[in-house]
C-alpha cells in the first residue's frame, strides 16, 4: 500500500476539518428543518380535512336519532297490531251464528233474506204453509240469544205460501260462537 504523504499545515487541517463539520451540521440541521416541515405539513392538512368533514364524522353518533325514529316506528306499528287483535277478538262469528240459524229451519221454510242492525235481526222468507212458519217463531224463540221476537199478524192470515218477516233481538254475547 502506498502512503500518502499529508502536505497541509496543521492550521489548514484544522479549517478543514471545521469545515467538514459544520457542513455536516448544516445538512443535518437542513434533514431535521425538513423532517420537521413536512410534520407541520401533515398536521396542518389533517387538521383542515377534519374541520371540512365535521359534520359527516359527527352524523353517525347522531345516528341514535334513527334509532329512536325507528323505534317509536315499531312502536306505532305495534300498537296497530294490538288494536287489530282486539277487534279480531272482539268480533262476532257470523258463520257458526248463520249455521246455527239455519239448523233451526224446518224443511217447509225458505230464509230469503236476514238481516241484523244495532242488535236487531230481521228475516224475511216464505213457508209452504202456517205451521212451518209457527215450528219456526217456535223454535227461534227457545234459544237463549233471542228475544223479543215480533211477527206481524199478516204472517198468520193465511194458510199456504206464508211471506213473512220475523223481527228479534239477538244478543251477540250469549249466541253460540
Request: no cysteine.
Amino acid at each position: 500500500m502506498a502512503k500518502l504523504l499529508n502536505l497541509l499545515p496543521p492550521g489548514k487541517k484544522k479549517a478543514l476539518r471545521q469545515g467538514l463539520v459544520l457542513a455536516f451540521a448544516m445538512s443535518m440541521t437542513l434533514i431535521v428543518f425538513l423532517v420537521f416541515l413536512t410534520i407541520a405539513a401533515t398536521i396542518i392538512s389533517v387538521r383542515v380535512v377534519l374541520a371540512n368533514n365535521y359534520a359527516a364524522l359527527k352524523a353517525p353518533v347522531t345516528g341514535e336519532d334513527d334509532f329512536s325514529s325507528s323505534a317509536n316506528s315499531i312502536k306505532l306499528i305495534n300498537g296497530y297490531i294490538n288494536r287489530i287483535n282486539g277487534y279480531v277478538k272482539r268480533s262476532t262469528g257470523w258463520p257458526e251464528r248463520l249455521i246455527a240459524i239455519s239448523g233451526l229451519v224446518p224443511p217447509g221454510v225458505v230464509i230469503q233474506e236476514m238481516t241484523f242492525s244495532g242488535g236487531t235481526l230481521i228475516i224475511h222468507g216464505s213457508a209452504a204453509n202456517r205451521e212451518d212458519m209457527l215450528t219456526f217463531i217456535d223454535r227461534l224463540e227457545k234459544q237463549p240469544y233471542i228475544s223479543k221476537l215480533d211477527s206481524p199478524l199478516s204472517n198468520l192470515l193465511q194458510k199456504k205460501d206464508v211471506q213473512f218477516e220475523l223481527s228479534m233481538k239477538y244478543a251477540l254475547d250469549t249466541a253460540t260462537k
